[in-house]
């Protein structure tokens, strides 16, 4: 299926909603936030991960806060906040942000976490297969093998410009979205 959410304004930006499309096992949405602004977030029913696209905000929850920055998404590994159901979270943007939220429903009670840049695994696949066809980067920030209690995974690839995406086929037994942005410099 192939959605283009448009131009990304200021608020929640949707993307995919489980409730909507059928067989979507998720929620994905974009938060843009202005800076200076903030956000409160509490799903009763839903795991939620919260993803820094771009820019920098102050993510609260429970009695922690943690800053994260972000000047590029094609060169910088991601922060993300991931917490269990019912969990309030509150995001400021301390400059203008951007921020991809993932949900699913989730019954497990597992302790929130806060990865940073250098929590998140970094790895180079695809070279010399098929000419360099599938040469990519996979930033994997969680899944089954890190995260055993959640039903996502989360991550990014960052594709080089004429090449495949996802080479060889796969799969994953969490819910998967595809997201896409493009750097047109």
């Known amino acids: ?3 283009k959410p448009g ?3 200021n608020g929640y930006n949707e993307i995919v909603d489980m409730t909507k499309t059928q067989d979507m096992l998720m929620d994905v949405g974009i938060q843009k936030i202005p800076e ?5 977030f509490q799903d009763d029913e839903r795991e939620t991960a919260f ?3 771009n820019g920098k905000a102050l993510f609260k929850w429970e ?7 972000r000047n590029s998404l094609f060169e910088e590994n ?5 917490v269990p159901r019912s969990m309030r979270v509150q995001i400021r943007a301390l400059e ?3 921020v991809l ?3 699913t429903t989730n019954s497990n009670n597992f302790e929130d976490k806060f990865y940073g840049p250098a929590d998140c695994i970094s790895e180079v696949l695809g070279e010399n297969v098929w000419n360099d066809m599938a040469h990519r980067i996979i930033r994997t920030v969680f899944d089954y093998k890190n995260a055993p209690y959640s039903n996502m995974v989360l991550g990014e690839v960052i594709n080089f410009p004429g090449k495949w995406s996802s080479y060889i086929p796969h799969g994953h037994e969490q819910p998967e979205v595809y997201y896409y942005r493009f750097n047109r410099d």
Request: glycine share 4%.
């Open 78 to 82: 991601p922060s993300v906040l991931h």
């Open 51 to 53: 993803l820094l696209l």
């Open 1 to 3: 299926m192939l959605i």
């Open 101 to 103: 939220i993932q949900k």
């Open 36 to 40: 200076g602004k903030m956000v409160s």
């Open 96 to 98: 203008d942000a951007e």
């Open 7 to 9: 131009k990304i304004i």
């Open 63 to 69: 009695t922690r806060e943690e800053i994260a920055v």
